[in-house]
């Protein structure tokens, strides 16, 4: 069984940055592609970037791309997620995720996702 925990939310105003990390115990996930993901209130869960074991593949969403990094320490068994010039539309509750079915990214929804953290949240002001 794998725990996520994830850490580095808060409130920040627009343009600000902000690095999320996601520190995973019980077992390791070095081997395991690994995603954030994030809800907004009346939302859908949404991918915002994935990683694949050993950090030489990323995707990142539309709506971040250039503006968010994912990165990973397999030595540390973290999965971080830096994110700069953020805008009102980032606030929502950022979520870590594993997949252990997979080296490498397959899976761009939440569905293809076996672990989960509890999530933080990240609020933008204007």
């Known amino acids: 069984q794998v725990q996520l925990v994830e850490s580095g939310g808060g409130l920040v105003q627009a343009g600000d940055s902000l690095r999320l990390s996601c520190a995973a115990s019980?077992?390791?996930?070095?081997?395991?592609?690994m995603g954030w993901f994030r809800q907004a209130p009346g939302k859908e869960r949404e991918i915002v970037a994935a990683?694949?074991?050993?950090?030489?593949?990323?995707y990142y969403a539309d709506s971040v791309k250039g503006r968010f990094t994912i990165s990973r320490d397999n030595d540390k068994n973290t999965v971080y997620l830096q994110m700069n010039s953020l805008k009102p539309e980032d606030t929502a509750v950022y979520y870590c995720?594993?997949?252990?079915?997979?080296?490498?990214?397959?899976?761009?929804?939440?569905?293809?996702?076996?672990?989960w953290g509890q999530g933080t949240q990240v609020t933008v002001s204007s």
């Open positions: 990683i694949s074991w050993r950090g030489g593949n990323t």
């Open positions: 995720a594993a997949d252990p079915s997979r080296r490498y990214i397959g899976s761009y929804t939440a569905t293809g996702y076996e672990y």
């Open positions: 019980g077992r390791t996930v070095s081997s395991y592609a």
